[in-house]
């Protein structure tokens, strides 16, 4: 990100202090340009300060690189779409966006939100030390989408103790099948596991007869939510 400012002063030198003061940064960090050059006139007359442009290219906030991509994105698609986001304490950032025609943001099932998420995460933490996890929404979609899907397991597994009988669903991504695991963990009589290879793994909700249950948070953590 390059940040500029124009300083002016009696001459040359102090207009480049004052500006390089400002922008906190030593003078082989910037680039100078000297736009007016000081002229002192006849006994003061006619005599006017010097004015420089001094830059300096500062690194960018992993927040400010998530918009840059996601614009270049979005221009690249043809989509116009609003960007907001929000840093969390916990470091990860949230972005909603915002703008008409949204669903052919969200795609098949979430498939291109999902995968518009899954590019602005591996675009900004390319090459970090520190990674940042960004979630990417837009109409209040991930959380609707979770409550259809816990509505969806407790009507499954209601059929499944009903009818002593497994039911295996349709194909979802690590993060919906983490919300099955999840939904269905404190049930008696039920347990779930996945079978499958990406992108057509799915949920198995299976009829427990021995009433035990699995614990999604250490089965499933690694290798369905990593």
């Known amino acids: 990100m390059l940040k500029t400012v124009e300083k002016t002063g009696k001459t040359e030198e102090e207009a480049i202090q004052a500006a390089l003061a400002e922008l906190g940064c030593e003078r082989e960090q910037a680039e100078i340009q000297v736009l007016e050059r000081a002229k002192s006139g006849f006994f003061g007359i006619g005599s006017a300060p010097a004015k420089v442009r001094v830059s300096i290219d500062l690194p960018q906030s992993k927040a400010e690189c998530t918009v840059s991509f996601l614009e270049g994105l979005f221009e690249r698609m043809g989509v116009q779409a609003g960007i907001e986001?929000?840093?969390?304490?916990?470091?990860?950032?949230?972005?909603?966006?915002?703008?008409?025609?949204?669903?052919?943001?969200?795609?098949?099932?979430?498939?291109?939100?999902?995968?518009?998420?899954?590019?602005?995460?591996?675009?900004?933490?390319?090459?970090?030390?520190?990674?940042?996890?960004?979630?990417?929404?837009?109409?209040?979609?991930?959380?609707?989408?979770?409550?259809?899907?816990?509505?969806?397991?407790?009507?499954?597994?209601?059929?499944?103790?009903?009818?002593?009988?497994?039911?295996?669903?349709?194909?979802?991504?690590?993060?919906?099948?983490?919300?099955?695991?999840?939904?269905?963990?404190?049930?008696?009589?039920?347990?779930t596991y996945s079978t499958g290879t990406e992108p057509n793994r799915r949920v198995v909700v299976a009829y427990d007869r021995q009433g035990s249950r699995r614990q999604p948070e250490s089965k499933f953590t690694s290798r369905e939510w990593s």
């Open 85 to 191: 986001l929000t840093e969390n304490p916990n470091g990860s950032i949230n972005i909603n966006l915002t703008g008409d025609n949204m669903g052919a943001l969200i795609g098949r099932r979430g498939e291109t939100l999902d995968a518009i998420q899954h590019l602005a995460n591996y675009a900004v933490n390319r090459g970090g030390e520190q990674r940042v996890r960004i979630n990417v929404d837009t109409e209040n979609y991930r959380a609707k989408r979770t409550d259809a899907l816990v509505r969806l397991a407790k009507k499954v597994a209601a059929k499944v103790i009903k009818y002593r009988r497994n039911v295996t669903l349709e194909p979802m991504n690590a993060y919906e099948r983490h919300v099955i695991h999840t939904a269905l963990q404190d049930v008696d009589s039920v347990t």
